[in-house]
């Protein structure tokens, strides 16, 4: 698989590539939400006026909560994040009449659905088990020295 092929489309079958979508799509939803925060603000700001410009604001609140909702692994944030942003742009592109920024937005729409995706395939796996050491045991456990009588059985 070509590094294209495996960023256009990646594969979800393990947890781990579920969880690497997952978490790019959080942290692309939230600069998407901060970018657009900071542009209603300077928008804003050049008249303040309290008028429909301020939607830009409700948009970038949902569009966070939606952002860590996708890192708390919810099925339901990652879809309406994803829905929210595709419409929104397709609202823009129907008020303006011509796509703004059509290559990012594809991109970004892309990194929205595997994060979708992630979410739903992370959900199919089987729960770990209550006993799972974590990383820090596992790499503590190797740090420990045996015990004297296994010292004796390695060396022989």
Do not use: C
């Amino acid at each position: 698989m070509t590094l294209f092929s495996s960023w256009f489309w990646p594969d979800v079958n393990s947890r781990k590539k579920a969880l690497f979508a997952i978490s790019e799509a959080f942290y692309v939803m939230l600069a998407v939400a901060s970018l657009l925060a900071l542009f209603t603000f300077v928008d804003f700001a050049r008249t303040w006026k309290f008028d429909d410009r301020l939607w830009g604001f409700v948009e970038a609140v949902f569009l966070a909560g939606s952002a860590f909702g996708i890192r708390h692994k919810s099925r339901a944030a990652a879809v309406l994040g994803f829905t929210l942003y595709v419409f929104d742009r397709v609202g823009q592109w129907v008020a303006t009449g011509h796509p703004v920024g059509l290559l990012l937005t594809i991109m970004v729409a892309l990194a929205l659905l595997h994060g979708v995706r992630g979410t739903f395939a992370l959900h199919r796996f089987a729960p770990l088990p209550a006993n799972m050491p974590s990383i820090e045991q596992s790499f503590r456990s190797f740090l420990q020295t045996p015990p004297q009588g296994e010292k004796d059985t390695e060396q022989k």
